[in-house]
């Protein structure tokens, strides 16, 4: 097989990242945009000695999985990639790709609970990160990038998204608007010239809506961007919290370097459900929580329900952000401490923690990567939960783990080949149990794992 050779092949299965599997010859053949059970014409971007990428030019056989995408920007917007392939076959791929990521980068043989989708297919998020751009000034979701294109693709002014809510519609259609009327341009990374950059809004279970801008760091604006929210929370009740920050990196983040000017009460809380009971949560505009309200629910039921939770288990919750999963577990366990980078984060859990009545938890801020300074001496704990960034465990997490020695590891991560890794790193001291996808994000590739590790000799 080489490169630009035409071949037809039946899509078997579908890989992490979202490109079809076929067998062409015993090779493996990843195909782009084709999906499980169609038999489709391909031709080869990239041939080598054991597995060979392609792009679908046309479907000869439909997939039985396959359906009517609901969004008129399908195919164009970057946000969805499978809204055409039925949800119980998206979670059923999900599902086998944890396993077969287990299997071949972590060497075990994981045992795999039911898989846990989504309470919600469509409207599910509660936040949002849009990206300004162009002279006319886009703002929306970046579109797909083609086969074989490289970096991030253009900025589709979005219109219609069926990933979140009408009330974070309307707040975005708002913006659009007014940033327009304002006359000022988007940031541009490459000149670093431009003044909109990001806009994030967040709409949480309890109705409260927050619109965070982020702007470069041109001072002589800011004025311009507090007008803006103010006259926003007038046109729109609904906005609860209007914050400006500006950002002086020319690196694509959505991330407030600096708070230039709050309305508002500057956060939103939310709200899950844990069985008969609620935990509440304060959420700060660069804080970390899940973007699934009832999918947060549901997987960190899942990491209750594997782990070895007692009145008098010590928990060790790293990687806490604002506290979500470590406040979870709180009302039944004896204590929980938490680690976390980002300080504003912490600040958050200490409210959150004060706000619920739970008086067992303690929470600090400073970097595991690093080595966090008590993190060594601390007394030990009988589990630890672990939901590190797509990256992983840090070394010197690992190295943390494998010293303090708790009976149970539970680890949380949204990439499975990083959790792999990571599995097979603790491997010499901690068996694999079991391991369960529980899918937040309905229609995109990605895909949440809870996986519980015992350790050998308990």
Same mark, same amino acid.
């Given at each position: 097989m080489q490169k630009d050779d035409i071949i037809e092949c039946d899509i078997e299965s579908l890989a992490f990242g979202g490109a079809g599997v076929a067998r062409v010859d015993g090779m493996a053949v990843f195909v782009q945009a084709a999906l499980p059970g169609q038999r489709v014409q391909a031709r080869v971007t990239r041939a080598k000695k054991r597995f060979a990428e392609? +792009?679908?030019?046309?479907?000869?056989?439909?997939?039985p999985h396959q359906v009517q995408p609901v969004c008129p920007h399908y195919g164009e917007c970057g946000g969805c990639a499978m809204q055409d392939l039925d949800y119980a076959e998206q979670l059923r791929q999900k599902a086998r790709q944890v396993e077969d990521t287990l299997r071949r980068i972590g060497r075990v043989e994981p045992v795999m609970s039911e898989p846990v989708g989504s309470p919600h297919v469509f409207h599910y998020r509660n936040k949002m990160e849009f990206a300004f751009e162009?002279?006319?000034?886009?703002?929306g979701l970046r579109k797909r990038l083609l086969p074989g294109q490289k970096g991030q693709?253009? +900025?589709?002014?979005?219109?219609?998204?069926?990933?979140?809510?009408?009330?974070?519609?309307?707040?975005?259609?708002? +913006?659009?608007?007014?940033?327009?009327?304002?006359?000022?341009?988007?940031?541009d990374p490459r000149s670093g010239r431009g003044y909109w950059r990001h806009c994030i809004i967040r709409h949480t279970s309890l109705d409260q809506v927050m619109v965070h801008l982020i702007t470069s760091d041109e001072a002589r604006h800011h004025?311009?961007?507090?007008?803006?929210?103010?006259?926003?929370?007038?046109?729109?009740?609904?906005?609860?919290?209007? +914050?400006?920050?500006?950002?002086?990196?020319?690196r694509t983040l959505a991330f407030g370097e600096r708070v230039e000017y709050t309305a508002g009460q500057g956060y939103v809380e939310e709200c899950l459900n844990r069985g008969e009971t609620e935990v509440r949560y304060?959420?700060?505009?660069?804080?970390?929580?899940?973007?699934?309200?009832?999918?947060?629910?549901?997987?960190f039921g899942a990491v209750?329900?594997?782990?070895?939770?007692?009145?008098?288990?010590?928990?060790?919750?790293l990687y806490c952000g604002a506290g979500g999963i470590g406040l979870f577990l709180a009302p039944g366990v004896r204590r929980v401490q938490g680690f976390e980078l980002s300080e504003e984060s912490v600040e958050d859990a200490r409210?959150?923690?004060?706000?619920?009545?739970?008086h067992n938890c303690e929470f600090h801020a400073g970097s595991l990567e690093g080595g966090l300074r008590g993190l060594e001496d601390m007394p030990r704990p009988d589990i630890i939960v672990c939901d590190p960034p797509r990256s992983g465990m840090h070394d010197e997490v690992v190295r943390a783990i494998l010293r303090l020695g708790p009976d149970q590891v539970v680890a949380v991560s949204c990439d499975p080949s990083t959790l792999a890794r990571d599995v097979n790193r603790l491997s010499d001291a901690y068996a694999l149990v079991?391991?369960?996808?529980?899918?937040?994000f309905p229609h995109t590739h990605h895909v949440e794992t809870v996986a519980l590790l015992q350790k050998r000799n308990s």
């Open positions: 392609a +792009v679908a030019m046309q479907t000869l056989r439909p997939s162009g002279e006319e000034l886009r703002l693709g253009d +900025v589709l002014d979005l219109e219609e998204c069926h990933l979140c809510s009408e009330a974070t519609m309307t707040a975005l259609a708002a +913006v659009r608007r007014a940033c327009r009327e304002s006359g000022l341009p988007a940031y004025e311009t961007a507090a007008e803006l929210g103010d006259g926003l929370r007038l046109e729109i009740p609904s906005i609860t919290s209007f +914050v400006h920050s500006s950002r002086r990196s020319r304060r959420i700060s505009p660069n804080s970390f929580f899940q973007t699934n309200t009832e999918g947060a629910s549901a997987l209750l329900e594997m782990g070895a939770f007692s009145g008098e288990s010590a928990v060790l919750d409210v959150n923690a004060r706000m619920n009545s739970f079991r391991a369960r996808a529980v899918d937040m």
